[in-house]
């Protein structure tokens, strides 16, 4: 009953950020400089097309009326249709969308097995060598570039090594992996040094409480407590920390899928752009700002399940 | 005494505030201060014209003529690595330094005054940290049109964010405090109170957190230029000459692999740099608030 309680006030103040991020969406399109439809066709169109066409998009309307077409439209899965490609925008952010969350699933994955016993091992010998080496290494990381990431190990493992494809999605599950394994790695570069830095943290704080001191004093050995009472604590900040992170994750999917060329969201964003294909951007802004937030509401109901003191709150 | 010593010990002060400082803050600053006048003093370093094209010689392998090789249209890399400095660090301190200003302020005022404009803030904070930051300033630069003036109000539209919910949450702690209440009671304006009083007080999480950002700046600008959406070729920022060398990678690996490295070795500066503030100032150090 609290659960269901719970959920409910979160979906409530869940309202108007959605109404805020639709018009955010909505907006965009109606303070293009000039006319976007004369931008979109590049000025080559006759007059009867770009009638035709504003007509199409409801722009010959009043502005309170094309938001609740918009908004009425988004919810039941009509997001217009993309004069350029001239085809539904959910049509082809659809069949966009799963490559998209395959990929960060992937990456996410592959930063957290990267990043758990890192930090780990970090928290442990903390102000030593390791420590610091981690430290810098992260730093680093943080660092570099993801396109720059990709295109050295295109060159590395495409030219010289030739294991894994270096662009495409394939079309079995193994063959998802063997062709996304090196867009992942390049993601999870990225978000591996963010993950550390905070897991850190979490699990220093976890080596500190008292339950530990207890399990200490009981004689239990040091892999066990470190198995059954450390990790199994600082596991869970990782739900909150991935959810936090979110935002980097998909910023960071934007330009590897363009540089591996891969049919996801966030190339089709960037050609979007190129071509000035106002509906696909519009469409994918929403799509995106979902994303992050249905993400963020399954962190928080996991983050209940796992830890019940949450609810009392 | 105390004024003789102060007016003649300067330099030594100063001297022993650096012997205070985290070795990640000396050599951080070390490494962007070595950065820093390499941007400066570029023409005295290298002979070459960024810009200039020697069709004689393309796509030469590092020499010594040409430490960091030749590109496509054979103009001299690193050259080209020394000018893309001033860019990238110019783009970077201004779309890091000038949201800040008004996000603190912003996010300080909300935290102290609370009420509409606090809950105003709050929503609006929600819809920004909605929108993944890269793809909202894709969005904004479709409307704008590509290059580096739509970077910048892009930046300015949405960067503040960040550093208005750090100030407001150190704000709320603050406000609360003995020295704030006693300020108060002196009958100083809220104003006062505010950015005399409690902002010395609030602004060194935002400070530590400006290093992080300042870097992400630089990876944003030079992946929006990667993307062909920010400065635009042939000016030698470090993500477009990376985009410019990436069809010769195989042929040629300097042209796109040592811009890069400017750009870690810029970043890891920087990362260094907030480290070491964040010991000094005992603040934990954050990507991302």
């Known amino acids: 009953m609290i659960f269901i309680d719970y959920l409910l006030r979160r979906l409530i103040q869940m309202v108007p950020v959605v109404i805020g991020v639709s ?76 490559p998209s969350v395959f990929l960060l699933t992937y990456s996410t994955v592959l930063a957290v097995i990267v990043a758990v016993p890192l930090s780990l091992i970090a928290a442990l010998y903390r102000g030593r060598l390791v420590d610091h080496v ?57 978000l591996a040094p963010m993950l550390v830095q905070s897991l850190r943290a979490a699990m220093l704080e976890v080596l500190s409480a008292d339950y530990i001191e207890v399990a200490r004093s009981k004689g239990l050995t040091p892999r066990r407590i470190l198995i059954k009472h450390v990790l199994r604590n600082a596991l869970i900040p990782v739900i909150t920390i991935l959810a936090v992170n979110i935002g980097w994750l998909l910023s960071g999917a934007v330009i590897v899928e363009y540089l591996f060329a891969f049919p996801g969201l966030g190339s089709l964003l960037v050609r979007a752009v190129g071509f000035r294909d106002y509906p696909v951007i519009q469409g994918l802004a929403l799509v995106f700002a979902c994303l992050v937030m249905v993400v963020n509401l399954l962190a928080d109901i996991g983050y209940m399940l796992v830890d019940r003191r949450v609810l009392k709150e | 005494m105390i004024a003789l010593t102060r007016g003649w010990s300067l330099p030594a002060a100063f001297g022993a505030e650096i012997r205070r400082w985290p070795s990640s803050l000396k050599v951080g600053s070390a490494i962007i201060g070595a950065i820093l006048l390499a941007g400066i003093f570029a023409p005295l370093i290298t002979p070459y014209d960024p810009y200039y094209q020697d069709f004689m010689k393309t796509l030469q392998p590092p020499s010594s003529a040409h430490p960091f090789g030749t590109d496509m249209v054979g103009r001299d890399v690193f050259s080209r690595v020394l000018y893309g400095i001033r860019i990238d660090m110019q783009i ?90 006693a300020a108060r009671t002196l009958g100083y304006g809220p104003m006062r109170v505010v950015f005399r009083h409690a902002l010395p007080n609030i602004i060194n999480s935002s400070i530590v957190f400006s290093m992080s950002d300042f870097v992400l700046n630089i990876l944003l ?57 964040s010991q000094r100032f005992g603040q934990p150090q954050r990507s991302l608030p």
């Not at chain 2, 890091?96 to 105003?120: I, K, N, R």
């Not at chain 2, 964010?161 to 709320?172: G, H, K, N, V």
């Not at chain 2, 929006?224 to 690996?253: K, N, Q, T, Y």
């Open chain 1, 23 to 98: 018009l955010v969406a909505f907006i965009a399109i109606h303070v293009v400089p000039g006319d976007p439809i004369e931008i979109m066709m590049h000025g080559r169109a006759k007059p009867d097309v770009v009638a035709a066409a504003r007509a199409e998009l409801g722009l010959d309307r009043p502005l309170p009326l094309q938001y609740l077409r918009f908004i009425g439209g988004a919810l039941i899965g009509d997001l217009g249709v993309s004069i350029i490609q001239n085809a539904p925008v959910a049509d082809i952010i659809g069949e966009r969308l799963g």
């Open chain 1, 134 to 190: 981690i430290r810098f290494a992260g730093m680093s990381g943080f660092a570099m570039p993801p396109f720059w990431v990709g295109l050295l190990l295109m060159l590395l493992f495409g030219l010289y090594l030739n294991w894994f494809s270096i662009s495409g999605y394939g079309k079995t599950f193994p063959d998802h992996l063997r062709h996304l394994f090196l867009p992942s790695v390049t993601i999870s570069l990225s």
């Open chain 2, 92 to 181: 970077g301190f201004f779309t890091t330094y000038v949201p800040m200003t008004y996000g603190v302020m912003l996010g300080a005022l909300s935290g102290y005054f609370g009420g509409v404009l606090d809950a105003t803030l709050m929503r609006l904070l929600d819809i920004a940290v909605a929108f993944p930051f890269l793809v909202l300033i894709i969005v904004i630069i479709s409307i704008l049109g590509p290059g580096v003036p739509s970077i910048y109000i892009a930046v300015f539209l949405v960067a503040w964010s960040m550093y208005a919910r750090l100030a407001r949450a150190e704000m709320l702690i603050e406000r609360g405090k003995d020295y704030v209440l």
């Open chain 2, 221 to 277: 600008v030079s992946g929006l230029s990667f993307l062909g959406l920010g400065v635009a070729p042939p000016a030698p920022e470090w993500g477009a000459m990376v985009a410019e060398g990436r069809d010769f990678i195989f042929d040629a690996w300097w042209i796109s692999t040592l811009p890069g490295l400017a750009i870690v070795f810029t970043g890891t500066g920087l990362s260094l740099i907030g480290d070491g503030l």
